[in-house]
């Protein structure tokens, strides 16, 4: 008698009133699209001290199947055969990694070494979506800091720093950071570039703003970046001072 009902609540609603009976479900779900990168930042990030890395953010697939339970990222420089898993297990709701680079050799002068990326989305069945398009990150010969150097203890009220022969012309700007805040200050980026012949080495002195103090005790990191228009590459070097 139960099932006889059953039967009936979906039969006189159709009858009546039009098909109210959910269809049934697709099983199994579609897969997952591909994500896709939408930045590639070359920065200054906090690990164990300040090092130079990439930050990549990302968004996610269009949502036709089941919920998205990770992503992984993988990647390979001109120095490996071929990709290799570089982070996996980043949560469903993040959307930003910053990669260290260290792994990577500095390009020497007047060379360009592009790093490529891929990610995919891992799916609560454990199925992988597609993997993304290849994007790549170009990097360049870094700038030399020269003032203040590790071994210094002091309050600067600017830095200096030299880059090599750049003939397409570039931007160079600094960044101050801290443990507990980050990157807290960053100088304007240029209006025009600056341009040189590659037997010249360029020196700059930018100043520090006086609203900036410093704590007593503390280290602080300073990182020079470079962006080279021609070949859309980019350099970061990344020293660090004590302000007894």
């Known amino acids: 008698m139960r099932k006889l009902f059953v039967a009936l609540t979906c039969f006189f609603p159709v009858f009546f009133l039009g098909s ?3 269809s049934p479900e697709q099983f199994p779900p579609p897969p997952l699209s591909a994500p896709a990168f939408i930045g590639k930042d070359l920065t200054a990030a906090k690990f164990d001290v300040f090092r130079p890395a990439i930050h990549l953010t990302w ?3 269009s949502a036709d199947s089941v919920a998205i339970r990770e992503y992984v990222i993988l990647s390979r420089s001109d ?3 071929g990709f290799a898993t570089i982070v996996r297990s980043i949560p469903d709701t993040v959307f930003d990694y910053y990669d260290n680079i260290d792994r990577i050799a500095v390009p020497a002068q007047n060379e360009i070494k592009p790093v490529y990326y ?8 454990g199925r992988n979506s597609d993997t993304s398009s290849i994007d790549s990150v170009m990097l360049s010969w870094p700038p030399k800091p020269l003032f203040p150097l590790m071994s210094d203890s002091m309050q600067p009220d600017s830095v200096v720093f030299t880059l090599t ?3 397409g012309g570039y931007f160079p700007y600094i960044f101050l950071c801290s443990d507990s805040l980050g990157i807290f200050w960053k100088s304007p980026k240029p209006d025009t570039p600056t341009y040189s012949y590659a037997d010249k080495t360029d020196r700059f002195i930018v100043n520090i703003p006086k609203n900036i103090s410093f704590m007593r ?3 602080y990191y300073w990182a020079v ?3 080279i228009p021609t070949g859309n590459s980019q350099a970061i070097a990344i020293s660090r001072f004590y302000v007894p």
């Open 59 to 61: 968004k996610a697939p």
């Open 165 to 167: 022969g750049v003939m």
């Open 79 to 81: 120095d490996s055969a």
């Open 225 to 227: 970046k470079v962006e």
């Open 118 to 125: 891929r990610i995919f989305a891992i799916d609560t069945l």
């Open 217 to 219: 005790g503390s280290f």
């Open 20 to 22: 109210s009976c959910p």
